[in-house]
């Protein structure tokens, strides 16, 4: 399957001092259900902010299907609007993603801003709010909204786009339980439809629950270890090196036990 995203040897930093990212080199196939994990720090957010052209390598080479992106190469109108047009965006904090008077204004900025026509966008917003079913929110002001409705809201806004690539950072934060598990299980529903999902985050669970090919970022901001999420999950030891699952204690009829623990909230 030909890959979609590579990056060779990428390396960035904030203000040229802070490192964020270290020699990252990874291909991502189309289609593929792909994770980023390690701890809070590691650059998670930084990777995804460069695969979606937001900043730039220091060094290195970042190529969406064979084209170079950079800050000249997105100068090139066409360039620009390919990558836009097929990439979709859900940040951690859906407060910074929601900006327009109403939620069906938030669904029809971004297929407006792509060149659909009017009728088409209003179609595509309708079925996207059906779809995740919150069509009561159509009127609603998004400074109305609970976390919850925000982080769904924030979902159709992107959707409206039909992307090909989604780019989903964190996708278990700031929400409540009934909220991540209908997140997670529409992650499933688009990657099955052939969308290539691209997430981060710390939690192991999502990683046994998504089985998505997984690299690691430690805490020198480079990869220290990729596979399937079976190869990942079944190495506690390389897990408690970098901090991802760690050692709980409790007592029990006075006794205290200890064993390693990980927070897994997702069941078969």
Known sequence: ????ISLNNVNYSYFGKIPALRNITLEIAKGAMFAVIGQNGSGKTSLLNIINGLIFPDAGDYFYKRIRIDEKSLGNKNIHNRLRGSMGYIFQNPDIQLFCPTVMDELLFAPLQLGCSTDESSERALQTLAALGISYLKDRSVTMLSGGEKKKVAIA?????????????EPLAGIDP???TFFVELLLELNHAGKTIIFTTHHLDLIDHLQPQVVVLSDEHTIQKSGTASEILNDEEFLIS??????HAHRHDGETHRHFHAHYVFHS
């Open 178 to 180: 009934k909220t991540q």
């Open 242 to 247: 970098v901090n991802m699952i760690h050692e």
């Open 1 to 4: 399957m030909e890959n979609i």
């Open 157 to 169: 806004s992107v959707l409206t786009m039909n992307p090909e690539i989604l780019l989903v950072d």
